[in-house]
C-alpha cells in the first residue's frame, strides 16, 4: 500500500503543475503579442526616420526663394561695428534711435552686446550702412521737421 504522505505530495505536485502550465500558456500569449507590437513599432520608427532623412536632404538642398535681395535673409550684426558707425557718422544715441525708429536705450544696448536688434532693426542697421554723414542728417532733419 503507497504512503499517504507521497500520494499527497505527488497530487499537489501535480496540480501545481497543472495551474502552473494553465498561467504560463496565457503569458505566452501576451508575450508574443507584445514582441509582434515591438517588431512592428520597431518598423514603423525605421520608416520614421528614413522619412525624417529624406525631408531634411530636401530642405537642405532647397533654398527659400525671395522676390528681394538674398542680402536682406542675411543681415548681421556685430556690436562692435554698429557703434564704430553711429561715432563715424557723427550721431547720438537719441539720433541713430530716431533714424532706426528705435530708443536710446536700445541703442546703448544693442553697443554694449547685451542684447541684440530684432529684424526690422536689423533692415533698418543696413539701411542706414549705406548712408554718408551728410545723408543721415538729411534724414534727421526730415525726422525732426515731421
Known amino acids: 500500500m503507497p504512503n499517504i504522505a507521497t500520494a499527497l505530495k505527488q497530487e499537489i505536485t501535480r496540480l ?3 495551474e502552473q502550465k494553465s498561467n504560463n500558456g496565457a503569458l505566452k500569449k ?3 503579442s507584445y514582441r509582434s507590437e515591438i517588431t512592428a513599432l520597431k518598423r514603423r520608427v525605421a520608416d520614421l526616420e528614413r522619412g525624417q532623412k529624406q525631408v ?3 530642405v537642405a538642398t532647397v533654398r527659400p526663394q525671395t522676390d528681394g535681395d538674398q ?4 543681415l ?3 556690436a562692435a561695428g554698429f557703434a564704430q558707425h553711429r561715432k563715424r557718422l557723427g550721431l547720438s544715441a537719441r539720433e541713430m534711435g530716431m533714424l532706426l525708429d528705435a530708443s536710446a536705450l536700445s541703442v ?3 553697443e554694449a552686446g547685451k542684447s541684440k536688434p530684432r529684424a526690422k532693426h ?3 542697421i543696413a539701411g542706414i ?3 554718408g554723414k551728410r545723408q543721415a542728417m538729411k534724414r534727421l532733419e526730415a525726422l525732426a521737421a515731421a
Open 122 to 124: 536689423l533692415e533698418a
Open 16 to 18: 501545481a503543475r497543472k
Open 56 to 58: 531634411t536632404e530636401v
Open 129 to 131: 550702412r549705406k548712408l
Open 108 to 110: 546703448y544696448k544693442w
Open 71 to 74: 542680402e536682406d535673409a542675411n
Open 30 to 32: 501576451a508575450l508574443a
Open 76 to 78: 548681421r550684426f556685430r
